[in-house]
């Protein structure tokens, strides 16, 4: 095994990407997995297909697209530039938007499910008894559907450290910034340096086990809770 | 049965005869397309299929067995090491040409009149260049900074292409403001009139000699030999003239 500062240097920086892009899935997807549940719109089933397309879509399509949109020639990407002073393409930044995009029916999805287990009949109570908001959520919503939640967290996560299509065509492989640990892998098997990319992917690995046990674990809690 | 045949027509997609696959370095996807026109004209019998990459990505492809009959270089030592592996025979390499390098940019603002000491100034932000670790344009690129003693201070700012053409395509999206590329690419039809480039001073960095040979698995493919006598042929040289590459010695 080697593991040199170079290695230890992008396994953190995806473990970075994977934990922003994950509390930022959380954020948006909660609200976004109880509006799709709920919402009777007609056009509901379009925004659910979109919101779940990264499942199937090429990591190059979203690459593609992002490359033109954080463009300077792009009203998005001048907007950009305009405000912070450099392009989102090669940034941390960039590299955040293109992961949750591309977690984003990891974390939604299973949210969806967790939240639609909720009995509405027992918010409704709490809802007559006088409870707020957000006292529903921290003491209903949340505690009956904490495994399905930890079931999206984890997802999202292990996604994000999959990740390579997008950062490979957005990221510019610049060390500490958006070199993460996949494409260091990739550089290490063209640069012929077995050990080295040897010892990146069997983190990946182990991480990658872990994380999916985490997730068995959790639905087999569940079920055991409903029998 | 029938899901049986559309199996088996789905795993015919292997290379058959009258066919060479030619790996190819990124400097070359225009100019390619010009020369694989001419030499089918020429052997209308042959069919070409073509890959273009990094010539490091390529070289460790071929080293785990990839099905490359000939392999086009952006350098010598590539070449080289794929002889010295023993997956291709000394006698089949062939020097076909040598590279430039030119500092680009698209933006209209983005001045870069004075050539490589123009990418320090502070309104240039990101320059990209290839990966030096397996691009030897990346690595020329990289020469000619530390030559100019300019590395130090523009390596924050360097975003790394995977190879010259995802470099050329980082500056011609304007995702960055400038960079190191091949002439090569900047004289195709395609980027011609895309921007403006000044030519970095050969001595700058280590000559960029393009070298092909014929793989292991090339040699038993007449079509191999072929290819190579017409990258010296006058009608290559014609267009390599095109695409600005000089003359190997």
Known sequence: MAFSPEIWQSVLLTFRLATVTTILLVLIGLPLAHWLNTSRGRGIIFLETLVTLPIVLPPTVIGFYLLIFFA???????????LTGHTLAF???GLVIGS???????????????????????????????????????????????RGIGTGIILSFAHTVGEFGVVLMLGGAIPGVTKVASIQLYDEVQKLNYAQAHSIALVLLVISFALILAISLLQRHRDEEIH | MRLLLILLAAFAGDLRAGELSVAAASDLVYCLEELHAAFEKEHPAIDLKTSTGSSGNFF????????????????????????????????????YAVGRLVVWATGEKTDISSGLTSLSNAAIKKIAIANPDH???????????????????????????????????FIETGNADAGIVALA?????????????????????????????????????PASALYIAFL???????IFDRFGFRLPQ
Request: proline share 8%; hydrophobic share 45%; net charge positive.
């Open chain 1, 72 to 82: 300077p020639q792009n009203p998005l990407g001048a907007a950009w530039v305009g």
């Open chain 2, 232 to 238: 010296r042929s006058a009608k290559a040289r014609e």
């Open chain 2, 60 to 95: 460790a492809q071929i080293k785990n067995g990839a099905p490359f009959d000939v392999f086009l270089s952006a350098d010598v030592s590539y070449p080289e090491a794929v002889i010295k592996a023993g997956l291709a025979d000394e006698e089949s390499l062939s020097r």
């Open chain 1, 100 to 146: 949750v995009i591309y977690s984003l029916p990891f974390a939604v999805q299973p949210f969806q499910s967790a939240l639609k287990a909720i009995p509405p009949t027992l918010i409704e109570a709490a809802r007559i008894s006088g409870a707020n908001w957000g006292q529903i959520f921290w003491h209903i919503s949340l505690p009956i559907a904490r």
């Open chain 2, 135 to 169: 691009a030897p344009y990346g690595r020329a690129a990289k020469a000619a900074l530390q030559y100019f003693k300019m590395w130090d201070q523009v390596e924050p700012k360097v975003v790394y292409g995977e190879n010259i053409a995802q470099t050329a395509q």
């Open chain 2, 185 to 221: 690419l900047v004289l195709s039809p395609k980027l011609a009139k895309v921007g403006r480039w000044v030519e970095i001073p050969g001595e700058s960095y280590p000559r960029l000699e393009q070298a092909a040979v014929v793989t292991r698995r090339g040699q038993d493919n």
């Open chain 1, 91 to 93: 940034s941390f930044t």
